[in-house]
């Protein structure tokens, strides 16, 4: 009896020691107690990583992909150019014409603002058909600007055209009303303010909206009275630095020859040419592609505040105007084809 007492006890103390075995070896309970450590080559590369910082500009990121280059275009200041390494806009000059400024060498000797190898463009005369459309075409294929001086007779018969210009950005002032000699012997004080204010009202009614206070005297002649008038009136006056005399060209090839000619000679200045000349519009592609050639840049002229006209003269015209001026109705509105 006694001998299988001690048996059982044998068989239950082994059974505890057992499970206490199986308990501290075998339980889960283990891993939740297990030291939060790294072994020591993980702690060196731990130590030997540096600090994290966001990345700034300044950081070298490796690139995978790039945007291809596109060819260099040249454009005016603040507007877009469709044309790859146009001539395009060097740079936008604002004049404040108070006190009737003056512009262009060949007469006026005051104001040099053009730095080497700059030109202004300008065009006198226009605006008529199928030449000032060609020329504007020529300036818009190499993004470029000019300043226009239409003349006032001009713009009622093709206001159409003359709304062309303005639309595409250029400067138009105006060049008198019928294109007369304002210092010659018969001309009074009287005649030329009215040649100077009916050309500037013919130019607002064919735009539909003030001009430039640019003006450009007539075959260059310019006398103290007009000038002084002018002045008056905060009106910047235009003669030339170089003039391509394109109105006595026998064809294109010889106002390009002209033109570069005079302005590799002088370094820069202030173009004359005609947007009324055939010649001219057929020469301008040529000429741009020169100036491009040669380093040259254009500078654009805008006024600081356009010209204020005055009434009387915007109301005389439209008295003297026997007919509608062409701009009232397009000439689709008027004539359709009915039949072929």
């Given amino acids: 009896m006694r001998d299988a007492l001690g048996l059982m006890l044998a068989s239950v103390v082994a059974a505890l020691v057992i499970s206490a075995i199986w308990f501290w070896t075998s339980s889960p309970r283990i891993e939740l107690t297990a030291p939060n450590s790294l072994s020591a080559a993980q702690v060196q590369r731990v130590a030997a990583a540096p600090p994290f910082k966001p990345l700034t500009a300044a950081d070298d990121v490796e690139i995978?992909?790039?945007?291809?280059?596109?060819?260099?275009?040249?454009?005016?200041?603040?507007?877009?150019?469709?044309?790859?390494?146009?001539l395009g806009v060097s740079r936008v000059v604002e004049i404040d014409t108070a006190g009737g400024p003056r512009f262009g060498f060949q007469h006026f000797k005051q104001l040099d603002f053009l730095a080497d190898?700059?030109?202004v463009l300008t065009f006198d005369d226009g605006p008529w058909p199928v030449n000032t459309p060609a020329?504007?075409?020529?300036?818009?294929?190499?993004?470029t600007k000019a300043v226009f001086f239409p003349i006032g007779k001009h713009a009622t018969y093709h206001p159409e055209i003359l709304k062309q210009v303005a639309?595409?950005?250029?400067?138009?002032?105006?060049?008198?009303?019928?294109?007369a000699n304002l210092n010659s012997k018969k001309m009074t004080e009287q005649l030329a303010k009215d040649e100077i204010e009916k050309g500037y009202s013919a130019v607002k009614l064919a735009l539909g909206a003030a001009p430039s206070p640019f003006f450009?005297?007539?075959?260059?002649q310019h006398g103290p009275a007009a000038m002084a008038y002018l002045g008056s009136r905060n009106i910047a006056m235009f003669s030339?630095?170089?003039?391509?005399?394109?109105?006595?060209?026998?064809?294109?090839?010889?106002?390009?020859?002209?033109?570069?000619?005079?302005?590799?000679?002088?370094?820069?200045?202030?173009?004359?040419?005609?947007?009324f000349q055939k010649h001219t519009a057929q020469?301008?592609?040529?000429?741009?592609?020169?100036?491009?050639a040669g380093g040259y840049k254009v500078v654009q002229m805008k006024a600081k505040a356009p010209l204020q006209t005055l009434p009387d003269y915007d109301e005389g015209l439209l008295k003297d105007i026997k007919l509608p001026v062409a701009?009232?109705?397009s000439v689709g509105s008027v004539v359709q084809t009915v039949s072929r």
């Fill in 64 to 86: 995978t992909a790039a945007i291809p280059e596109k060819p260099a275009i040249r454009t005016q200041p603040g507007s877009a150019c469709a044309t790859p390494d146009a």
């Fill in 117 to 119: 190898r700059e030109v």
């Fill in 135 to 143: 020329v504007l075409k020529a300036l818009a294929d190499e993004c």
């Fill in 167 to 179: 639309a595409a950005g250029h400067a138009v002032g105006a060049h008198t009303w019928s294109h």
């Fill in 216 to 220: 450009r005297f007539p075959e260059l």
């Fill in 240 to 275: 030339c630095d170089l003039d391509s005399f394109d109105f006595r060209a026998k064809d294109a090839a010889q106002i390009v020859n002209t033109v570069m000619t005079k302005l590799d000679k002088q370094g820069k200045g202030i173009i004359l040419m005609h947007d």
């Fill in 283 to 292: 020469a301008l592609p040529s000429l741009l592609q020169r100036l491009k």
């Fill in 327 to 329: 701009s009232v109705r």
